[in-house]
C-alpha cells in the first residue's frame, strides 16, 4: 500500500514530530510514503554554505569574496608559492606591517574579452587583506560593466566628475578608479575584518608612541 503526504501540510499540524511519528507508521503499517516536498519552501531553505548569490548583487560580491583562486581573508600560503612574487622585487613590510605580492598566473583574463595587466596581493599576518587588480585604463569602461553584471550598482561614487566606484557590504569591499592622470586603472577589493584589524593596530601604535614621547 502507498501512501502520498505533502510535507508542507504535515508542518503546520500541531504535535506532529515527522522524524519519530514517520518512522513508527513505517514500522507499524508497512506503507511506502511517497513525500512530496513544497518546491518554494525548498527554494527559501539555505545550503550548508548558505544561498547561493545570483551575479548582479552585492550578494554575489560577499559570497566571492575575492578573485580565481585568491580568498579575502584566508593565509596566502594555500596558494602554491610558484604562483607568487614580491611586488617590484620588494620583500619588505610596509608601514602596516603588510607584504605586497603579485600573482603570477598565465591567464588574467577577466570578463569577456578583457585581459589583466596585473594581480597583487597584500597581506597581514599571512592573511590576504587586499586584491588589486590592474587593467589598461583604456578598459575601465569595460571592467565597470564587468563589475556591474557580477556585483550590481555600486553604493558609492565619491566623486561625480571622476572615474571611481565602491561597492561596500559588511564583509567585503571593493572599489574602482581609472582616473585620467594615471596610466593604470586598479578595482581594489578588500577584507574589511582585516582593514580594521589594521587601523586599530595603527591607532594603538600611535597611542604607545604618544605616550613614550610624553615622558621625555
Request: charged share 20%; aromatic share 10%.
Amino acid at each position: 500500500m502507498k501512501a502520498l503526504f505533502n510535507l508542507s501540510y504535515l508542518n503546520c499540524m500541531p504535535g506532529i514530530n515527522l522524524k519519530t511519528d514517520l518512522r513508527n507508521l513505517l514500522l507499524a503499517t508497512g506503507i511506502s510514503l511517497t513525500l512530496i516536498i513544497n518546491p518554494a519552501r525548498l527554494l527559501s531553505q539555505p545550503t550548508k554554505q548558505g544561498l547561493l548569490m545570483k551575479q548582479g548583487s552585492l550578494g554575489y560580491l560577499k559570497q566571492s569574496n575575492g578573485f580565481k583562486d585568491i580568498v579575502l581573508g584566508s593565509n596566502i600560503n594555500i596558494i602554491p608559492s610558484y604562483k607568487l612574487g614580491y611586488m617590484d622585487g620588494d620583500y619588505h613590510v610596509d608601514a602596516d606591517s603588510c607584504l605586497k605580492l603579485n600573482y603570477k598566473d598565465t591567464d588574467l583574463k577577466f570578463g569577456d574579452n578583457l585581459f589583466l595587466d596585473l594581480v597583487g596581493i597584500r597581506t597581514f599576518k599571512n592573511k590576504v587583506v587586499n586584491i588589486y587588480l590592474f587593467f589598461k585604463k583604456a578598459d575601465g569602461y569595460k571592467v565597470l560593466q564587468s563589475m556591474l553584471d557580477s556585483y550590481g550598482l555600486f553604493t558609492d561614487r565619491p566623486d561625480n566628475y571622476q572615474d571611481v566606484y565602491n561597492w561596500n557590504t559588511s564583509r567585503v569591499s571593493l572599489s574602482l578608479m581609472y582616473e585620467m592622470n594615471v596610466d593604470l586603472g586598479v578595482a581594489i577589493f578588500t577584507c574589511n575584518d582585516l582593514q580594521k584589524e589594521i587601523e586599530t593596530r595603527k591607532q594603538k601604535l600611535a597611542l604607545m608612541t604618544q605616550l613614550l614621547s610624553s615622558q621625555f
